[in-house]
């Protein structure tokens, strides 16, 4: 979970806050990326293009369609697999933040 925090706190304005339980990374209030770590059962969830989404599921391993926000367009990763790419991860959480930072924020990011 270190690794995901590090991930999404180091872009602009980001900020972690626990909401049910679990640590959801927001900027300015709307939530970007959820991580959940129960009995080493590590997970993170965040939006996904519409167009990535169902290619991301199609996958499989290590990605999941996640309760309650699939349906929303957003992913899950299980980062216990042996499967995880990490510079994918991080890019996955930074376009999250883009389809949810104001314009002016997002706009600085490569």
């Not at 180091?10 to 009995?39: C, Q, S």
């Not at 697999?81 to 600085?108: I, M």
């Amino acid at each position: 979970m270190d690794r995901i925090r590090r991930i999404c706190l180091d872009l602009p304005e980001a900020y972690e806050e626990e909401t049910w339980g679990e640590a959801t990374f927001r900027v300015r209030k709307k939530i970007f990326a959820m991580a959940a770590d129960h009995d080493g059962a590590g997970t993170v969830c965040m939006k996904a293009l519409r167009e990535e989404h169902q290619a991301l599921l199609s996958h499989g391993d290590p990605f999941f369609y996640p309760s309650y926000v699939g349906s929303k367009g957003w992913i899950g990763i299980d980062l216990r697999s042996k499967t995880v790419d990490w510079a994918e991860v991080s890019e996955l959480v930074r376009e999250s933040y883009r389809l949810v930072a104001p314009k002016k924020l997002s706009a600085g990011l490569e």
